[in-house]
């Protein structure tokens, strides 16, 4: 069974470069997309893009000039930086598994438990 | 971008009885190509991160109890509870995977009356 598993630092400085990654468990990161997602407190979702194994990526218009997605396909790992944070980037971030293709769909059937993270100085 | 939203914002209903949610999209998300709705449900659980409920609209996912169903193509999407239990207590979300960015609607709480 495919677990997922945020790690990264609880707290970064405003300004700085927010950078988390997702491990991968039970199964190959080959042929799927990987999402990350966030939810500011006591709001709702937000996708912040994906990247496929391949090493193609598609962002949120609105981050994609801060927001980078990486993959490591030799540990089983996909990564997020989001750079210049501020207040508003607080959030507790899910990274996902996000299906195949266009006939498989995108839906995200595996999450991880999330990590938050808070941006202050 | 297509905007997701939800109606109602939060509902309260009795053990065992129906609760229903909808969901409507800003442009349709069914698919010419294959006649399938990109359109998925998700539960979450406060504290929990969300789980996926349904995807192509209606097709429950593996494990989900058949309580969980879900109804509607182009722009309206519905997800209905037959008989709510106590384990139902969550906030749903709509989300279409038909074009990026993908969107998630706003999210309807359901509680017990």
């Known amino acids: 069974q495919v677990q997922l598993q945020e790690s990264g630092p609880g707290l970064v400085k405003p300004s700085e470069t927010l950078s988390l990654t997702c491990t991968v468990s039970?199964?190959?990161?080959?042929?799927?997309?990987w999402s990350w997602i966030r939810q500011s407190p006591g709001k709702g979702l937000e996708w912040i893009g994906y990247?496929?194994?391949?090493?193609?990526?598609n962002y949120y218009p609105s981050l994609k000039s801060r927001v980078t997605i990486s993959l490591d396909t030799s540990k089983n790992q996909f990564s997020l930086k989001l750079n210049s944070v501020t207040a508003a980037d607080t959030a507790v971030y899910y990274c996902?598994?996000?299906?195949?293709?266009?006939?498989?769909?995108?839906?995200?059937?595996?999450w991880g438990k999330g990590i938050t993270v808070t941006v202050s100085s | 971008d297509i905007v997701m939203t939800q109606s109602p914002d939060s509902l309260a209903v009795s053990l065992g009885e129906r609760a229903t949610i909808n969901c409507k999209s800003s442009?349709?998300?069914?698919?010419?190509?294959?006649?399938?709705?990109?359109l998925a449900w998700y539960q979450q659980r406060p504290g929990q991160p969300p789980n996926l409920l349904i995807y192509?609209?209606?097709t429950r996912e593996s494990g989900v109890p058949d309580r969980f169903s879900g109804s509607g193509s182009g722009t309206d999407f519905t997800l209905t509870i037959s008989s709510l239990q106590a384990e139902d207590v969550a906030v749903y979300y709509c989300?279409?995977?038909?074009?990026?960015?993908?969107?998630f609607g706003p999210g309807t709480k359901v509680d017990i009356k």
């Open positions: 996902a598994r996000a299906g195949q293709n266009w006939n498989y769909g995108y839906h995200m059937d595996v």
């Open positions: 989300q279409q995977y038909y074009s990026t960015p993908f969107t």
């Open positions: 192509w609209a209606s």
């Open positions: 039970g199964g190959s990161i080959s042929s799927f997309y």
């Open positions: 442009q349709s998300v069914l698919s010419s190509s294959n006649n399938k709705n990109y």
């Open positions: 990247i496929h194994y391949s090493g193609s990526t």
